[in-house]
T-cell receptor
Framework: AQSVAQPEDQVNVAEGNPLTVKCTYS??????LFWYVQYPNRGLQFLLK??????LVKGSYGFEAEFNKSQTSFHLKKPSALVSDSALYFC??????????????FGQGTTLQVKP | DAGVIQSPRHEVTEMGQEVTLRCKPI?????LFWYRQTMMRGLELLIY????????DSGMPEDRFSAKMPNASFSTLKIQPSEPRDSAVYFC?????????????FGPGTRLTVL
């Protein structure tokens, strides 16, 4: 069965420092991987996705993620964090068992706190 | 496009009352998803539709929950009777089938409080 794990409940980083939010996955076959962000009292917003191709995927707001097949990871990164990046971040994988339905399996979320 | 629209944004009701949440997906999208988010359980998929037809309702917690999609531009999630443990934020999301099927667009959510 497909699954995704976010090992950290919270990540703290100082403004201007690089940030990493970790995600590991377990799928049979080629994974479709996603990152979403949720700001307080808002719905989830799509950040980026990996389907195929270059292992480094660039997304919105200066975020990027690196697909690592050998480590089954898809960590979210940003070179220089902003206070406004503080939010809840979700990693997700497409549920291949459901066919081409777009059904996603979400991780439990990681709270990113960027301090000035 | 206005994005996914949900109403109401906030709902406070008493135990035993019927609650109806509404969703208007993005025009042209053919998949619609209902999620529930709580601190304890995180984000849970309740049910999803394709071309107005329910495909998977295995996430619906009990018979008290029901969802309909009478047309491509409207869906409802109903809880009858409501219980305090139903308190949560309920999200609707939509996506377009085919190559872009994976990217879901979420509405702002309905915060439900059952007293």
């Amino acid at each position: 069965a497909q699954s995704v794990a976010q090992p950290e409940d919270q990540v703290n980083v100082a403004e201007g420092n690089p940030l990493t939010v970790k995600c590991t996955y377990s799928v049979s076959g080629n994974p479709y991987l996603f990152w979403y962000v949720q700001y307080p009292n808002r719905g989830l917003q799509f950040l980026l996705k990996y389907i195929t191709g270059d292992n480094l995927v660039k997304g919105s707001y200066g975020f990027e993620a690196e697909f690592n097949k050998s480590q089954t990871s898809f960590h979210l990164k940003k070179p220089s964090a902003l206070v406004s990046d503080s939010a809840l971040y979700f990693c997700a994988v497409r549920d291949l068992g459901s066919g081409n339905t777009g059904k996603l399996i979400f991780g439990q979320g990681t709270t990113l706190q960027v301090k000035p | 496009d206005a994005g996914v629209i949900q109403s109401p944004r906030h709902e406070v009701t008493e135990m035993g009352q019927e609650v109806t949440l509404r969703c208007k997906p993005i025009s042209g999208h053919d998949y619609l998803f209902w999620y529930r988010q709580t601190m304890m359980r995180g984000l849970e998929l309740l049910i999803y539709f394709n071309n107005n037809v329910p495909i998977d309702d295995s996430g619906m917690p009990e018979d008290r929950f029901s969802a309909k999609m009478p047309n491509a531009s409207f869906s409802t999630l109903k809880i009858q009777p409501s219980e305090p443990r139903d308190s949560a934020v309920y999200f609707c999301a939509s996506s377009f089938g085919g190559l872009g099927a994976d990217t879901q667009y979420f509405g702002p959510g309905t915060r439900l409080t059952v007293l």
